[in-house]
């Protein structure tokens, strides 16, 4: 089935420094997305990215798309403790239901 | 915008006993998802929830197993049935797709003994 697959695994940086996760997935999408999930508990929305778009901003982060590719980016810049989450890119078919990626654990230490 | 009231919000239960979960939402939807986080992995989507007809169910998982109610477009229930270990995972309800983002309840940790 189609499935994003972060990477790295876990990423360690110190605040103030730029975080960067990537996203590969296997067929044509109708859309990306990005969540955080804080602590094992409900997912935030972050972006999301259609497949006509390259790259999309909010806030400190950025997020770009390559369809050629069939990969993804998120950086999140000016890290602070408070951005320590695990990150899923989650992609869409058509309007169908959206499937997660493994996840992106990133720990920010002050 | 959607807001999730998702509860319990964690339960300890013994293998064989059953635990429903409910979500509520703030707004009337046509759709409402269920999917399980089992510990350290992604989010796999168990069934989606359609008012006044059988919940869909993905492959791997059965009604009888993970029974869902969803009497009206703000409210549905998933139902671990017999658990055992292995159902051990976060249990999240959302809402939305179609194109568009999705909001998720607080989730409900589950641990069973």
């Known amino acids: 089935s189609q499935q994003g697959e972060e990477d790295p695994q876990a990423l360690s940086i110190q605040e103030g420094e730029n975080a960067t996760m990537n996203c590969s997935y296997k067929t044509s999408i109708n859309n990306l997305q990005w969540y955080r999930q804080n602590s094992g508990r409900g997912l935030v929305h972050l972006i999301l990215i259609r497949s006509n778009e390259r790259e999309k901003h909010s806030g400190r982060l950025r997020v770009t798309l390559d369809t050629s590719k069939k990969s993804s980016s998120l950086l999140i810049t000016a890290s602070r403790a408070a951005d320590t989450a695990s990150y899923f890119c989650?992609?869409?078919?058509?309007?169908?239901?959206?499937?997660f990626g493994k996840g992106t654990m990133l720990l920010v230490s002050p | 915008s959607a807001v999730i009231s998702q509860k319990p919000s964690r339960d300890i239960c013994q293998r064989g006993t059953s635990l429903t979960i409910q979500c509520q939402v703030d707004?009337?939807?046509?759709?409402m998802f269920w999917y399980r986080q089992q510990p350290g992995q992604s989010l796999t989507l168990i069934a989606t929830?359609?008012?006044?007809?059988?919940?869909?169910?993905e492959s791997g998982f059965v009604i009888d197993k993970f029974p869902i109610s969803r009497p009206n477009l703000t409210f549905s229930t998933l139902t671990v049935s017999n658990m055992s270990p292995e159902d051990s995972s976060i249990y999240l309800c959302?809402?939305?797709?179609?194109?568009?983002?999705?909001?998720f309840g607080s989730g409900t940790q589950l641990s069973v003994l």
């Open positions: 989650a992609t869409e078919m058509g309007y169908s239901t959206l499937t």
């Open positions: 707004s009337q939807v046509t759709m």
């Open positions: 929830a359609n008012q006044g007809s059988e919940a869909t169910y």
């Open positions: 959302s809402v939305g797709g179609g194109g568009e983002k999705l909001f």
